[in-house]
């Protein structure tokens, strides 16, 4: 069984640029989450989606968002991209009543 | 506003000993409680977790507490090996929820061959 699939694994962009980050679920997922880890402050929740509806959404600015197409598969946006954006942008996918599975991140560099 | 406290970013452990990693949370709302484990450019991995109607689930080396009235879960590795060498992450969940995850902020363990 593949696991959660993660694209690109690094991207670097410059500031005031957006960026558009994949994530492909386990088989059979319908709940997906991203998680933003920066040095010193863990795993920050951003939002998860279930069977294409954001359910729970994390405090971070308008310039974040995501969506869920109808085969799981998810994307997030940043939008505006500041220096401090710089982090492994993780996804996890989930049954939706059980533990998350997590991809092995996007490492996005703002220049 | 840190729900989830890992006080200690760093820990070494002989191998063979016991490993303690602690974690406190403040939100008591929530309602499950996961541990997962992260090695170097790769994703966290799930490890044990436990819901707050328990005060303890053990699974092979790996044994996590529950305190409810303390605010306060540990996780106990015995005996460590030198493959546990990782960041371990406390995370908490509200009632029912199993994806709304507040992670906290990581320790990292070295077990000493």
């Known amino acids: 069984k593949a696991g959660v699939t993660q694209t690109p694994r690094y991207l670097i962009k410059t500031r005031g640029q957006q960026v558009t980050l994949s994530c492909s679920p386990i088989?059979?997922?319908?709940?997906v989450s991203w998680y933003q880890q920066t040095p010193g402050q863990g795993l920050q929740f951003l939002f998860e989606?279930?069977?294409?509806?954001?359910?729970n959404k994390g405090n971070f600015p308008g310039r974040f968002s995501g969506r869920q197409f109808s085969n799981s598969r998810s994307e997030m946006n940043v939008s505006t991209l500041e220096l401090g954006d710089s982090a492994l942008y993780l996804c996890?996918?989930?049954?939706?009543?059980?533990?998350?599975?997590f991809g092995q991140g996007t490492r996005l560099t703002v220049v | 506003d840190q729900q989830v406290k890992q006080n200690s970013p760093s820990l070494s452990v002989q191998e063979g000993r016991i490993s303690i990693l602690n974690c406190d949370y403040t939100?008591?709302?929530?309602?499950?409680f996961l541990w997962y484990k992260k090695y170097p450019a790769e994703g966290p991995t799930f490890l044990i977790s436990?819901?707050?109607?328990?005060d303890k689930n053990e699974d092979g080396r790996f044994t996590v507490f529950l305190n409810k009235s303390a605010k306060h879960l540990s996780l106990h590795i015995v005996p460590s090996q030198p493959g546990d060498s990782a960041v371990y992450f406390c995370?908490?969940?509200?009632?029912?929820?199993?994806?709304?995850?507040?992670f906290g902020t990581g320790t990292k363990l070295q077990v000493i061959p």
């Open positions: 996890a996918s989930g049954t939706g009543s059980t533990e998350a599975f």
């Open positions: 088989s059979g997922h319908r709940s």
């Open positions: 989606y279930f069977s294409e509806t954001q359910r």
């Open positions: 939100n008591s709302m929530f309602d499950y």
């Open positions: 436990i819901s707050s109607i328990k």
């Open positions: 995370a908490a969940s509200p009632s029912g929820g199993y994806q709304k995850v507040t």
